[in-house]
């Protein structure tokens, strides 16, 4: 009698399975794919998923962890999947890790996005002393322009989450525990950094990677409670629904995704603009028509100073912050051009391939601001810079960090004449990569081309 029903079952499973299976290839085939288990820790991953495309096309399976993952290759790919399909690319695959650091709070990137979306006008006037108060940091020690990068972020966003202005990034106890929270959660989402991942089960065994795990969860909810009453009122926690720890995390994720990815642009930014002097000479140009030079650029100035917008686009282009992209789930079947991406599957934009895609972008390595322009010198509206991610799940905190990427461009251009040091020339493929790059270090001359420029500064932002 056992062996009849678990015969029966057997057989419904498989009958369901081939009915699945016939309603796919009806529908379409999986992208095809090399084959083997990749290990994406490894050195340019980015660059590896591209040359994968070269032989496979702009949409194509790999597998990382034993787990399926789809990854879209070109512009046009992806903006015909993960933009018009962004409804059905909204899921977030579960990384067992990061829900044990988060305390399994994982639901408010919208309520994040809605509240940093809404505040852009209001947090400008932060964005401006801080961007001021950056300058001046190069103008007394231009060696350290990568620390003074840190340091803006991490006061910015301590001074919009909390109210606090963070003196330097190395002394302050708060920046510092920032930066050792992003660490721990960069790598709780890298997929093979944790056992707990591949094996979800054990996530309720006391197990010392699960022990650590919630032990950096105390402290990271610690941190972020710890001035929490200051936004209060700002956030309206007590008609929002939602309850204090999700709205520490709520600006602790601001804190953290902020901080990094942020003052990583800035400084690719700095880098573009020492490696392509001829560019920055017409950025320069425009400032000194629009601005002159006895006061400061200032947000009003900026529908008048396209070219600014088109250096820090072309910078994020040239490279990207978040260069091997960031995980979207399908939630239902895509179809692509034949092709099929499964409901359930992980689905990635490899960024660098699709902002170095040679059909939308010629030269790709090249530096052009005309990419971004028209032919009346004005922002194109056809092509998108598509750095801070696709369709629901774009970053939140894009517009902020637009505002500072603007700001920061038209002062470095408007304050210093910026140069390689010849006797250290800047290595242009050099990046560490993570989920978030950042270039090595480099050096670079910054030359004063305002006079009285302290002055000027200081008794207008500072």
Not at 23 to 33: A, D, S
Not at 37 to 55: G, H, M, Q
Not at 417 to 446: C, N, Q
């Amino acid at each position: 009698m056992l062996s009849t029903r678990l015969l029966f079952f057997l057989s419904a499973v498989m009958v369901f399975i081939v009915a699945i299976y016939n309603h796919r290839r009806r529908k379409g085939r999986l992208p095809p794919g090399p084959p083997g288990n990749f290990d994406e820790s490894v050195p340019y991953f980015c660059k590896r998923l591209d040359t994968i495309a070269k032989e496979y096309g702009p949409v194509f399976s790999i597998r990382c962890s034993r787990k399926l993952r789809i990854v879209i290759a070109s512009y046009n790919a992806a903006v015909d999947i993960m933009q018009k399909h962004g409804a059905d690319l909204d899921g977030r695959p579960r990384v067992i890790s990061a829900d044990i650091l988060s305390g399994a709070i994982s639901s408010l990137s919208r309520a994040l996005q809605s509240y940093l979306h809404h505040s852009v006008d209001e947090f400008r006037p932060l964005h401006y002393k801080h961007a001021t108060t950056f300058i001046l940091d190069i103008l007394k020690d231009p060696e350290n322009h990568m620390g003074h990068a840190n340091r803006f972020t991490a006061s910015l966003t301590l001074s919009m989450a909390y109210g606090k202005v963070a003196p330097t990034t190395f002394s302050d106890p708060d920046v510092l525990e920032i930066g050792r929270c992003l660490q721990n959660l960069l790598s709780s989402l890298r997929l093979g950094s944790y056992v707990v991942n591949a094996f979800p089960i054990l996530k309720f065994l006391p197990i010392p990677e699960v022990k650590t795990l919630e032990r950096h969860h105390k402290d990271e909810l610690a941190l972020f409670n710890r001035n929490l009453d200051v936004v209060h009122k700002q956030l309206n926690l007590a008609k929002s629904g939602i309850s204090r720890d999700e709205a520490a995390y709520l600006t602790g994720t601001m804190l953290e995704g902020g901080s990094d990815t942020t003052a990583s642009a800035l400084s690719f930014m700095i880098m573009a603009a020492a490696c392509f002097p001829t560019q920055v000479a017409r950025v320069q140009e425009q400032i000194d028509l629009v601005v002159r030079r006895n006061r400061v650029p200032r947000f009003e100035d900026e529908e008048n100073l396209p070219l600014v917008t088109a250096f820090y686009q072309e910078s994020q282009r040239w490279r990207p912050v978040g260069p091997a992209g960031f995980s979207h789930r399908a939630t239902k079947d895509i179809i692509w051009n034949g092709l099929v991406i499964p409901s359930g599957t992980t689905v990635v934009a490899n960024h660098w391939s699709v902002l170095h895609d040679p059909d939308v972008f010629p030269d790709p390595e090249s530096f052009s601001l005309d990419r971004w322009l028209n032919d009346q010198g004005k922002l194109k509206t056809d092509v998108k810079m598509h750095g801070f991610g696709f369709g629901r799940r774009v970053c939140p905190g894009r517009a902020l960090a637009e505002s500072s990427l603007f700001i920061n461009m038209a002062l470095l251009c408007w304050a210093f004449r910026i140069s390689e040091d010849p006797s250290a020339p800047i290595d242009r493929e050099g990046f560490t990569e993570g989920l978030v790059a950042h270039p090595v270090p480099f050096k670079v001359i910054f030359e004063p081309r305002v006079d009285d420029l302290e002055q000027l500064l200081v008794s207008d932002g500072c």
